[in-house]
């Protein structure tokens, strides 16, 4: 399985060593990144018309990251060599028509005297100027030009701006995050402390039966708790290690469904920590991911490790940090991809046996971060048992990240199978609260040839068309993770602006001096009004709105008298974000053949 056209692996020791002194002489400020202003420089020296250039940067960029790294810059150099030479490019070109490691280098006009005088200038100390390539990288002119700025003389620094992501994290730190610490977004949005402690002290539940004074004693313990491990939502901010992080893919499923046999079957070999057995032997949640060498890190040091993205994990608490686990190895796939390998779902009479943590709340935890989720079957196992339905049910708002998939399809005969399709359908059907019908992946995925005593010519056939189907769905993960980036993180300021409404609706509802105990018990009573409310006010999709039980159980543990008015300027800076800020991020990190 492939998920890039080339690679460092792919190109000779020497081709590499040309390429690095390429790559450092075009990368003037030695960030490790060509921007498309430099690039187009640089290729114009190739001789190469405008169109397949344009061809050569998609290739190349294939993450749409609006920049090539050291790899990238090796496959636009492979992909300008077989131009030369009079291919027609296409993004298989490199890994299916020609032997990338009897590439030679390019012809790049003028590159050589170039390459001189920039030794010279270097040895020199004078700083290199010529007429063919200035190699000092300009930020894009009229960058994040919102109508705040016009208004404010705040505005987001450019001077570091040399990627998509690199922007998202300045308007996220700029824009975002001050409206999110305002009305406490994080607070809401993964509220698992604050849960915990107003479980055990303020049960809603209670509401009808305790008097004011057991209110607010109840209120003062937890918000007074709550202050004191107030340090610990900063976790539930977005980090840079969030933005950085590779694309996730998350395999849920019952026990011997086949989740780790899956890994091990697109890795081609064991992963470290990995157990295999027609028993509950996953009993742990296995981050996949690469590394320099193969060990297996355990969960209480990944999570406080700041280049990681695993922090808002210490929440879960002890008990799920030792059943957490980090497994690290050296493979071409996990350079783009990292896997999380979940403990069976309980089924039976072993779902009564509780689990030391929150295995739903993790489980949508990382529902969230998740680019792809696979639901794994297998023949004789098609109930959906109560614990699934739940973390079915956790998975609400990600419908367009998960795929279904029947596992070991060989176990059964053709007329079988058709009736096994049937009854997953059907079961699907009845927790999927969805119009559309999940896309089902029918296969065999692991090592083992067909079972050919169970399936004929026509199933073998459709069993491989259906892995080409699923793995083409995978290698299409990296190349749409920075759209998946764009698209979570519009959704999130949505939803931050949408809880700010609230937030501020329900405090200009609290009464200025007396009463404020029984008035914040009915607006909480009555908060599927207050959200009617905001939405007519503000015209504001239903669709949008966080869950109303969900939101109340959240807020009995705050005094909505101690909230933030409404702040326009905030809810200002998000508009102009959403509407102008991005848009020109997009523009100004397209394929720069694109650019006029």
Not at 3 to 14: E, P, Q
Not at 226 to 236: E, M
Request: proline share 5%; aromatic share 10%.
């Amino acid at each position: 399985m492939v998920i890039v056209t080339g690679s460092i692996a792919s190109c000779s020791k020497d081709h590499q060593k040309i390429y690095q002194q390429w790559f450092n002489y075009v990368d003037s400020d030695g960030d490790g990144r060509i921007t498309g202003d430099e690039a187009k420089k640089f290729f114009a020296t190739s001789n190469i018309e405008n169109p397949e250039l344009k061809q050569v940067w998609a290739i190349a960029d294939s993450k749409r990251q609006g920049f090539l790294g050291f790899k990238e810059f090796i496959t636009a150099m492979q992909l300008l060599s077989l131009a030369q030479a009079g291919h027609e490019l296409n993004a298989d070109l490199l890994r299916t028509t020609v032997d990338a490691e009897l590439l030679e280098p390019p012809v790049m006009e003028g590159l050589d005297s170039l390459l001189v005088k920039h030794r010279d200038s270097r040895t020199n100390g004078v700083p290199e100027t010529n007429d063919i390539l200035t190699v000092q990288h300009v930020p894009p002119k009229n960058f994040f030009a919102s109508r705040l700025r016009k208004k404010t003389s705040c505005h987001v620094s450019l001077d570091k701006v040399t990627s998509i992501v690199d922007g998202l994290k300045r308007l996220y730190n700029e824009k975002l995050k001050p409206l999110e610490v305002a009305y406490r977004y994080n607070d809401f949005a993964s509220p698992l402390l604050v849960r915990r402690l107003y479980k055990y002290f303020w049960p809603f539940g209670l509401f009808k039966f305790i008097s004011s004074l057991v209110f607010w004693v109840s209120y003062a313990l937890c918000y007074s708790l709550k202050k004191s491990v107030l340090k610990y939502f900063d976790h539930h901010m977005q980090t840079n290690s969030d933005f950085d992080a590779k694309p996730m893919v998350m395999l849920l499923g019952q026990y011997s469904t086949g989740k780790t046999t899956f890994i091990k079957h697109l890795l081609k070999c064991n992963y470290p920590g990995a157990h295999i057995g027609p028993e509950p032997t996953t009993d742990r949640f296995i981050v996949v991911m690469g590394g320099p060498d193969e060990r297996s890190v355990p969960g209480n040091t990944i999570a406080v490790q700041a280049d990681m993205p695993f922090n808002a994990l210490t929440t879960f608490g002890g008990a799920f940090l030792s059943k957490f686990e980090c497994s690290q190895m050296a493979h071409p796939l996990l350079e783009h991809i990292t896997f999380v390998d979940t403990p069976g779902v309980l089924s039976g009479e072993k779902q009564r046996t509780q689990r030391s943590y929150d295995f739903t709340g993790v489980i949508k935890w990382f529902a969230e971060k998740c680019d792809l989720i696979l639901l794994l079957f297998d023949p004789h196992k098609l109930d959906i048992s109560d614990e699934f339905k739940r973390v079915i049910s956790s998975l609400r708002g990600q419908d367009d990240k998960i795929r279904v998939v029947l596992n070991k399809a060989d176990q059964v005969d053709t007329q079988q199978l058709m009736r096994v399709y049937g009854a997953l359908m059907w079961s699907l059907g009845k927790v999927l609260n969805t119009p559309e019908v999940a896309r089902v992946y029918i296969g065999s995925f692991n090592d083992k040839p067909i079972n050919e005593e169970s399936v004929d010519s026509m199933g073998k056939e459709l069993f491989e068309k259906e892995q080409d189907d699923l793995l083409i769905d995978l290698i299409d993960i990296p190349k749409k993770a920075c759209d998946r980036q764009i698209n979570e993180f519009v959704k999130r300021a949505r939803a931050a602006k949408i809880h700010a409404y609230i937030i501020s609706q329900l405090k200009k509802e609290m009464p200025t001096m007396m009463g404020k105990s029984k008035a914040q018990q009915k607006l909480m009573k009555n908060l599927e009004d207050v959200f009617a409310k905001v939405q007519r006010e503000f015209h504001l999709p239903a669709g949008d709105f966080p869950d109303v039980e969900h939101f109340r159980q959240v807020l009995g543990a705050y005094n909505i008298d101690k909230f933030e008015k409404l702040k326009p300027k905030m809810i200002q800076a998000v508009d102009d974000m959403l509407g102008y800020d991005i848009p020109d991020l997009l523009k100004n990190f397209r394929n720069p053949y694109d650019q006029k």
